[in-house]
């Protein structure tokens, strides 16, 4: 009874310390929130009250009120149209779909590509190079020819943001690829020689040893490849002429920076929400995976 009245206490303390952490990590985005909200109404108030016009002039086109970005939400863009908030939220859940076909694609490719060319110094010295100079081209530039050549080829369902998810994997893989090679082969080469030893097959090392050391940089490449692309969809839907996309707002809104700014702001914020999104599933999945890693269960 007494070993059950002692551990009672510790149980109820392990079940709080994490939820104490994540109500304090919240309390410090909202905070930092507060605080660059604070920072750009002190910035805009400065500027137009001193009448600076460096380095670009302050008004409510270039600089609108937050408060007036946040309105926009809950005005019509149009008349006789839903709300600016409802039609962002559909646009977002329609570039989120291709952005996360793209990542899953572009994961996929970049990690099979990491495994390849760990296996092989020939194909390494022959391939990266080539990897590494398809990143050096504008993503404008190949956009539409990725969408002339992939649209043909697609069954109806996916035709047309079947090549935006394309262009989005195009920007996801070269991270996954590279990060995922800098970890297979960071494995410790005393294991290595341990396993050879054991006449281990390739396959048992790659699975055994190499991916579970890889993990930590896969996953930082993961986050950087989730963001990239929600920007490869946005990006990508403005040559295939998608409108049901964030890619189609912003070409829109940016007609009617002008006269409406907020709107594009809105939809600006839209975007980086997605984003945020996105590179949050990435962290959850993270802790999820590393911490149930083999060597990290005692």
């Keep these: ?64 009120h937050v408060w007036t970005i946040l309105k926009a939400f809950g005005e019509p863009a149009q008349a006789n149209q839903p709300s600016l908030g409802s039609i962002l939220f559909h646009k977002s859940l329609f570039t989120a779909k291709e952005a996360a076909a793209g990542f899953a694609l572009g994961a996929v490719v970049g990690f099979a590509l990491g495994i390849v060319l760990v296996h092989s110094r020939f194909l390494q010295r022959g ?30 369902s996916l035709q047309g943001w079947g090549s935006v998810a394309v262009i989005a994997a195009y920007l996801t893989f070269f991270p ?31 699975w055994k040893l190499r991916v579970p050391t890889s993990l930590p940089y896969v996953f930082a490449a993961l986050k950087i490849a989730a963001t990239a692309s929600v920007v ?31 709107e594009l702001w809105a939809t600006n914020i839209a975007a980086a929400g997605v984003g945020i999104l996105f590179f949050g599933a990435v962290v959850v999945t993270e802790r999820l995976v590393v911490r149930r890693a083999p060597e990290n269960v005692a």
């Design 127 to 156: 391939f990266l190079p080539y990897i590494v100079a398809s990143q050096t081209i504008p993503i404008l530039a190949i956009a539409p020819m990725v969408v002339i050549w992939v649209n043909p080829k697609l069954p109806a």
């Design 1 to 64: 009874m007494t070993q059950v009245a002692i551990a009672s206490p510790s149980r109820g303390r392990s079940f709080g310390a994490p939820a104490a952490r994540a109500l304090g990590r919240v309390a410090a985005v909202v905070v930092l929130l507060l605080v660059l909200v604070a920072l750009w109404e002190l910035y805009r108030w400065v500027w137009t009250s001193r009448g600076w016009t460096w380095p670009f002039l302050v008004n409510d086109t270039s600089m609108p």
């Design 176 to 206: 996954v690829t590279i990060n995922t090679l800098r970890g297979l082969q960071s494995a410790d080469p005393r294991a290595l020689d341990l396993m050879r030893t054991y006449a281990a097959s390739r396959w048992t090392v790659l």
């Design 232 to 262: 490869g969809a946005i990006i990508g839907e403005l040559p295939s002429g998608l409108q049901s996309g964030l890619g189609g707002a912003i070409l829109n809104f940016n007609q009617y920076y002008s006269f409406e700014p907020q």
